[in-house]
């Protein structure tokens, strides 16, 4: 339920060039009502009724891509270690608004490609009830070759 309004961000897209397209060279994407079999709209339900948003499309170019930053997974807080308190630092970050390492990697230590309470039950379930160690990179440094997480800005936890 939304309150009456505009500016709302109800989906965010996400684009991958596949090294089809070179750094530098920009490319468009417009949503249409035309895709499927039969053909599905794109409309909002407010009291029952569908109205057709009004969309724009988007232009943007493709980028290089950052160096990947070398982290551990499950390491949440940067410290060296993976411990009691990087659970206790995923459940104050979502929930107390404590600090928050900019490294999406080592946040997500069950390697779900989100960054949830289920990070930290996996790190207390590693750490307490021998459950399974987090995927690579741990329990070393590393990068992590999978696209579902921006990775790391920076980790301050490896060299």
Do not use: K
Not at 81 to 87: E, N, T
Not at 103 to 130: E, K
């Amino acid at each position: 339920m939304l309150a009456p309004g505009s500016g709302y961000e109800l989906t965010v897209g996400h684009y991958y060039a596949n090294g089809q397209t070179t750094p530098g060279f920009p490319t468009s994407i417009d949503l249409c009502n035309t895709l499927g079999a039969p053909p599905v709209a794109i409309v909002v339900v407010v009291g029952g009724a569908s109205i057709p948003p009004t969309v724009e499309g988007a232009t943007f170019e493709i980028v290089e891509p950052p160096p990947a930053v070398d982290f551990v997974r499950a390491d949440a807080n940067a410290d060296g270690f993976v411990d009691i308190a990087d659970g206790i630092w995923v459940l104050n970050d979502l929930f107390q608004g404590g600090l928050h390492t900019d490294c999406d990697g080592a946040n997500d230590s069950n390697a779900d490609g989100g960054y949830d309470a289920a990070d930290a039950i996996y790190t207390f379930n590693f750490q307490f009830l021998g459950g399974p160690q987090p995927s690579a990179p741990f329990p070393g440094c590393g990068t992590d070759a999978s696209p579902d997480l921006a990775d790391c800005a920076v980790f301050p936890g490896c060299p």
